[in-house]
């Protein structure tokens, strides 16, 4: 079942278009990643879905509903963590998380005491003292401490030391079992890459790519490190070898990954003695769009 | 006190590049402080021309009330128009222009550091001192610069008793108020972490010299003394032409930055010297909802206002006595205000005052709804709003509070007025008088707010504009009758529209159009914040 559900929604302001024609589809139990780099819209579309900004074109659905005429309803069933965590500096990080949750409407206080413990945050203190990373905890806890449907997170741990970026993985692990759904917006390829089902590349307003990790990895290549005991003839003419390169022992390439069994047949005549395959991480994966992007332009 | 060259290494750059940020904020403040002055000391001399009823106009400026409002009169047996300048606008001024050293003085200082621009700017080879120093330096500039222009361009307007020397004089005693409100703030400015408490404290500073100055005037020398805005008016500027109040002011504005120079070299960037308490690690019920944050935000404003409106009601009923008597023993003002049958000067001085405390009551009002946008620019909203509440009910919060606020500050303000008065006059007016004296403006004021949320509604970029209208609410009402403004001006502001109570009724249809008015504008703004998008600039 779709929980949310993007159609073509475009955002302008003024002149400007932020968002061009976005379309998403996030599913019950999914935890869908949303990266891209700064500047591309990725917050401009996570206020979209909450219905403080008004799309200028196009429709955008939370449960069935659209996110800006049912906004109050469709929040109560959500737990949303901005990217950028302003606090009022005269309340306390506990006063705030205890507002935060009631309102929502619903009550689920019982995770607040062990979500602080496990954030390691000092509840008593005035905001306007908190560090950037507290303040993220601040958010992190009221969000998880609610019982919401939807987990809508904003570069959640641009913030956060090591531990509590474990901490906060952790915590989608477990939202994720309990069948709730997460949109995860962040430009920590790493993070996505261990949390996420499925993840929508965006660049200057639209969606360059989409799918599941593995979907994507076929399109892109995996680098082959090969040592063999003759030289390797004619590796050039394979069909999808790309960036050959003769090293002190053996040669390096890249290779289209759904070429690659052609590729080692060809490499397995010539006697292998070491083979060494790196598949695509995220990061590659990003980079070959953006810098396709960049050099099209 | 230990300043070493080093703490102010590359302050020069700092300077200019505060420069660069206000430089058209700067501009703006000195044309319309110099325009204002200039425009009404050409207006002047047809509203004072040389003769018997200039004179009896300069008797009336011996009353209390005058005095605590202007400040002492002097060369009153000649009152041309250098004397009518010094004595009915230096003051004003001189407040207009601390205002604008407090705000440009807390925005290059404890904002910056508050909001971590100032770590960026010290990481780099700058002096501990830099910032303050710089500040310092370019607000010393600003204010020399006023004084000249506006000493020079008064002097070369070659009104009556104008000459260059008296109007230097009165470009310095502005300068010299400036800079020390400068040296002020930047002192204050150390001692709190926020920006919103340092903004506080000095202008509460300013609103106490400033009463001091009302009650000291009214008796005691030295209290006048004390106070830097009752200081000032001892230059006696177009009449006697003192200069040594100047010289005192700067010799405390020295003391005053070098104190805050030695502040700012013991204590740790972005600390205060008033440190911040922990508090409650669970949120009070009263907390829980957007009314109750709304609230808790502004607690502090508004006790801070209702006190004040209480205080600033008392101080002004407290020179009812010497009104009074005054009153009594002036045949010639018995001349001037004839005509108003059944009441007495008093009550008319009554109506006067009630107008000024509920444009000062404006203030609060305009404050708690704004706290709306300011919200919003600070991108706390999206954490109200991203959670089940409505924009009508969050909205309705701020409207809410701003309303009420509104009922305590005049009903603060009446009940000061009249518990003074009744304290030091022989026969007092009555207590219901003078509630309904202050109610009388509620609905005017509503339509102010009405009017903010319009502003917030519609073109929330220029919802501080509200600010102006308020300003020009003042001039026109406090000067209209003064300078004898055209009576279509005065119909530009809700405040136009409230008959002078208590010299005359406040009717029931009057009441229920401008209620309707205040509902429908604040509807409409409500209307267009539910349409548009919450943004942070």
Known sequence: MAILKVNQVTKKFGNFTALDGINMEVQQGEVYGFIGPNGAGKTTTIRVLLGILQATSGTAQIFG?????????????????????????NLTGGEVIDLFVKLRGTNAKNRREELIQRFDLDPTKKCGTYSKGNR??????????SNADLYILDEPTSGLDPLMEQVFQECVGEVKKAGKSVLLSSHILSEVEKLCDKVSIIRQGQIIESGTLQELRHLTRTRVKVETTEPIANLDQVEGIHDLKALDRGVVFHVDTDKIGAAIKHVSDFGILALESTPPTLEDLFMHHYQDERGER | MGLKGAHFTNFRTLAKFIWRRDRVRIPIWLISLIGITISVAIVFPGLYPPGPERDILAETMKNPAMTSMLGPGYGLHDYHIGAAMAHQ??????????????????????SDEEAGRIEMIRSLPVGKLANSGSTFLVLVFVNLFLALLMGIGLGLLGLEGMDMAGSLLYGAALGVTGIFFAAATIFIAQLTETSRSALGF???????????????????EVLSLVSPLGLILRTEAYVNNYWWPIFIMAAASIALILLAFRLNTIRDLEAGFIAARPGPSR?????????????RLQRTTIIGWTLATLVLGASYGSIFGDVDAFFQTSDIFELLLPGTE?????DQFTATLLAVMAMIGMIPVL????????EEQANRTEHILARAVSRRRFFGSYLLIAALVTIVVQVMSALGLWSAASAVMSDPFSLSLTLKGGLAYVPAMWIMLGVTALLIGFVPKFANLIWAYLGYTFFVIYFGGLFQLPAWLGKLTPFGYVPDVPLEKMGVPLTMTLILVALASTLLGLKGYEKRDIVDV
Do not use: C
């Open chain 1, 136 to 145: 993220q905890k601040v958010a992190l806890i009221a969000a998880f401490a």
């Open chain 1, 65 to 89: 509903r659209d996110v800006w005429n049912d906004a109050v309803d469709i929040h109560k069933q959500i737990a949303y963590v901005p990217g950028e965590v302003n606090l009022w500096s």
């Open chain 2, 202 to 220: 000095a202008f509460t500073f300013m609103g106490l010299s400033y009463l001091l100055r009302a009650v000291g005037d009214l008796g005691s």
């Open chain 2, 283 to 295: 949120a009070s019920r009263f907390l829980q909802s957007p009314l109750g944050l709304a609230l």
């Open chain 2, 89 to 110: 606008m230096l003051l004003f001024t001189a407040v207009a222009v601390a205002i604008m050293n407090i705000l440009l003085a807390i925005r290059h200082t404890r």
């Open chain 2, 342 to 346: 059944g009441f007495s000067l008093t």
């Open chain 2, 367 to 374: 404050l708690t709804m704004l706290k709306l946008r300011s």
